[in-house]
């Protein structure tokens, strides 16, 4: 659980580096691999409630 909790930590960040650059200065490829990350926590955000619905049966 903690190791997927900084892989989620771990793209957010990522998120909001490309993003910024995205938006303030207009750089295309950042937008893209904002994207990219933003599917990336979808999938983490899915194994997390996965993990975390085992964990509150135990």
């Known amino acids: 659980m903690k190791e997927l909790l900084e892989k989620i ?3 957010i960040e990522t998120f ?3 993003a910024q650059a995205q ?5 295309k490829a950042a937008g893209t ?3 990219k990350a933003a ?7 899915k194994d997390f ?10």
């Open 39 to 45: 599917l990336e926590i979808s999938k983490l955000m």
């Open 16 to 18: 909001n580096t490309e």
């Open 23 to 27: 938006v303030e200065k207009g750089n």
């Open 49 to 58: 409630r996965k993990v975390s619905l085992e964990e509150s049966k135990k």
């Open 33 to 35: 691999r904002a994207r």
């Open 9 to 11: 930590q771990t793209e």
